[in-house]
């Protein structure tokens, strides 16, 4: 069983997104284990990338004052491995294939397995191109997280039918950010995937109040929130986790 089930099987799942670096590898670890100490039951890690076309503004922020400030995926794979030692919850990365291209797919992926990173999540991976990854994921037992979006219409069962780890249904059309409301008919893509396969479902893109993540979490297993928890690293910098510690409480807390 793939150990990404673990986050769903207390109820319905918080799911954390924090870039690694942002301001740095030090506070990226703090802020994680704040996020896990009050209620996270996964973590998102996003590797910095150069052009990430899924993200919004915040997000695409944190991806640049990481770069500048020289994190690299050798020195996320070393961060990961000391975190490790203390931080149980699954794990995933969230990052484009680019990256794993640049790296070499093999040894990126094999590093994923020796890390004990659980999953990768590649929003700029087509479904009909998976194949690509899927092989050296399943070879490793890394899940290769599949998303949903309200456009996918006719392909919502066929993406369910072959889903690993968790499906990660995006909320709305567009980036990453914070919304002040979602208009999505979110209930029936659940309900195809419901009838499609017993992976679990989160919903994700736009989620940032408590009212809203468990709105989500009520239609599915989990809400997954990103650019809050930038915006707070963005606000507060190295003083951040201790905020974000006391933002994934009352959000874990509504969810329960």
Do not use: W
Request: charged content about 25%.
């Amino acid at each position: 069983m793939s150990n990404i089930r673990r986050a769903f099987e207390k109820g319905k799942a918080f799911i954390a997104f924090i870039t690694c670096g942002d301001p740095d590898l030090e506070t990226t670890a703090a802020a994680i284990r704040e996020a896990v100490e009050n209620g996270a039951d996964l973590i998102e890690l996003g590797i910095p990338f150069s052009d990430p076309t899924a993200e919004g503004p915040i997000i695409q922020g944190a991806n640049l004052r990481a770069l500048k400030g020289g994190v690299t995926t050798d020195k996320i794979f070393a961060f990961v491995k000391e975190l490790r030692r203390d931080v149980k919850v699954p794990m995933v990365f969230m990052t484009y294939s680019n990256v794993i291209f640049a790296y070499g797919a093999e040894c990126f992926i094999s590093t994923c397995k020796d890390i004990e990173i659980d999953g990768l999540i590649l929003p700029d991976l087509p479904f009909e191109e998976k194949e690509e990854f899927l092989p050296i994921c399943q070879k490793y037992g890394v899940d290769l997280i599949s998303l949903i979006a309200p456009t996918s219409e006719k392909r919502i069962a066929m993406i369910a039918k072959e889903a690993e780890g968790f499906l990660y249904i995006v909320s709305s059309l567009g980036v990453t950010g914070m919304r002040s409301e979602i208009k999505t008919d979110l209930s029936s893509i659940v309900n195809v995937v419901r009838h499609s396969t017993d992976i679990p479902c989160a919903i994700g893109f736009g989620i940032s109040t408590p009212g809203q993540a468990k709105e989500m979490a009520d239609i599915s297993d989990g809400a997954i929130v990103g650019s809050a928890i930038i915006k707070l690293l963005e606000k507060y910098g190295k003083d951040a986790p201790k905020y974000i510690g006391e933002y994934v409480k009352t959000m874990k807390d509504a969810l329960k």
